[in-house]
């Protein structure tokens, strides 16, 4: 075993959560190491409905915190994540027998005033009879509203919030997990599953549908704080209609269903909510195919078979259980929960969270933490980009990249910046990509991946550092494996 190195910070989960606090924390001058026992947002951080957005639906169980600061994130993302993140209109038809619609005039009146908005248009109502918004539709549907929130590539969210740990000195270590860890006065002493120790002076656990069993079991620390895990299944099928805007549809057991246009070829329809007593290896099962499938076709012009589904793929959310008996009914909202004996290094256990608050709950974190590091310098994220969007400085980025590549077939170039962004050219240098392996990727970025990314397996790269794999053949699939493997 080789000598314990001792860090400020030992953050145990590189989902969004765990990459969002190392990158803060490494930015306010902490030495900090992440460890995450699979692959970076491996489990529910790249399994989402790929939105940033206040939670519309969550104004109806007065969640007004939880919502108001969702929506001031989504401004920031933004601006801060601007290659990842893209403004999206989402249409609501209107079923008067579901919800009123004084009820939902009330709710996009809170959701467009309840947080500063200068990037993204009000809420309006609309006709759905009528171009633009009547694509896809069934003509019964004459009325509804449209309202504004985001699309985000979440895995690569993730990512890039780790490279920016790591370039501000934060250590990343995929394929390591936490095997047992100990209090030694003002110290954590951690074993990893490498066999090396590291030494803490407070851990922090994001550790998402596993935090309890990090927590009671690899940390040793009993928990009051109970939580529910829910599984949300979502399905991507052929284009189902032209157009760039979404839609959010009442279903007509309450709950919500968004169709998003991905990938450009494809349309995703999710999400669902099931009680699971495990996170480990969630499957999409045929009925919730059927659900959402059905839910769809109740709205849509063009009847979603379930034999159209081409990818499936479905997350565990872990929920602070607030005694809801409903699953879609329990808070979205985050609780941190901070375990410091007097005189003892602490543990900040992440219960919750969505993928758009991922920020500020960083922010919140380091607030909790702040008492134990003096030192620590102040809050920096809200006003830095990530790597690759860093628009602000180089607003013809985009044109400059396809003119500096305009020899590179398109296709590829334009893939590479839309995951990259600015930093588009250190991924494409000389231009000499090696072998192309159908849907825009080719050996050099899959080289870059594996070299600057921690990608090691054809999942990592073809389904969470790129979705290519949905756009290529099985024998494409399996040449990408087998470039890695060898």
Not at 229 to 246: E, Q
């Amino acid at each position: 075993m080789r000598r314990a190195v001792i860090y400020d910070l030992l953050v145990i989960g590189g989902g969004i959560n765990g990459a969002g606090i190392a990158r803060d924390a490494a930015g306010r001058g902490l030495t900090t190491v992440l460890v995450e026992r699979g692959d970076l947002a491996g489990a529910t951080s790249s399994a989402s409905s790929k939105l940033i957005h206040g939670g519309l639906r969550y104004l109806e169980q007065l969640e007004f915190r939880l919502v108001a600061e969702a929506l001031a994130e989504r401004e920031i993302l933004l601006r801060v994540a601007g290659h990842l993140a893209w403004p999206t209109r989402f249409v609501m038809p209107h079923v008067p027998e579901l919800r009123p619609r004084w009820v939902i005039r009330t709710g996009l009146f809170l959701y467009d005033h309840l947080a500063r908005r200068s990037l993204l248009p009000g809420s309006q109502a609309v006709r759905l009879d009528a171009p633009p918004y009547s694509s896809g539709l069934q003509p019964r549907l004459k009325h509804g509203f449209v309202y504004s929130d985001c699309r985000v590539d979440d895995s690569r969210l993730v990512v890039a919030n780790a490279v920016d740990a790591h370039r501000r000195g934060a250590r990343i270590r995929v394929r390591t997990g936490c095997v047992r860890g100990e209090r030694k006065g003002d110290l954590w002493r951690v074993t990893l599953s490498s066999g090396d120790e590291v030494h803490a002076r407070a851990v922090v656990n994001a550790a998402g549908p596993w935090v309890k069993q990090v927590l009671n079991e690899e940390l040793g620390e009993p928990s009051r704080d109970a939580v529910r895990l829910v599984k949300g299944s979502h399905v991507v099928v052929p284009r189902l209609y032209d157009g760039d805007h979404a839609f959010i549809l009442q279903n007509d057991d309450r709950r919500v269903v968004f169709i998003i246009p991905f990938e450009d070829d494809f349309t995703l329809i999710g999400t669902t909510d099931v009680p699971v007593e495990s996170a480990q290896s969630p499957q999409v099962t045929e009925d919730e195919v059927r659900y959402l499938c059905a839910a769809a076709s109740r709205y849509l012009a063009r009847p979603v078979a379930p034999t159209a589904v081409r990818w499936r793929y479905a997350g565990v959310r872990p929920l602070y259980d607030d005694g809801s008996a409903d699953p879609s009914s329990i808070t979205r909202d985050y609780v941190l929960r901070v375990d410091a004996p007097p005189g003892a290094a602490p543990v900040l256990s992440v219960i919750g969270g969505k993928i758009t608050t991922y920020r500020r709950l960083a922010e919140h974190a380091l607030e909790k933490l702040a008492p134990h590091f003096p030192a620590m310098k102040p809050p920096w994220t809200a006003g830095v980009e990530l790597p690759g969007s860093e628009f602000a400085r180089r607003a013809t980025a985009r044109h400059e990249v396809l003119e500096r590549y305009r020899q590179l077939p398109e296709l590829i170039v334009r893939g590479v910046f839309r995951r990259h962004g600015v930093e588009a050219p250190g991924v494409l240098g000389d231009g000499e990509l090696g072998e192309h392996y159908g849907a825009g990727l080719t050996e050099r970025e899959l080289r870059y991946l594996m070299e600057h990314e921690w990608a090691s397996s054809a999942e990592d790269v073809l389904w969470r550092r790129t979705k290519c794999g949905l756009h290529m053949s099985e024998a494409q699939r399996h040449r990408v494996a087998q470039v890695i493997g060898r």
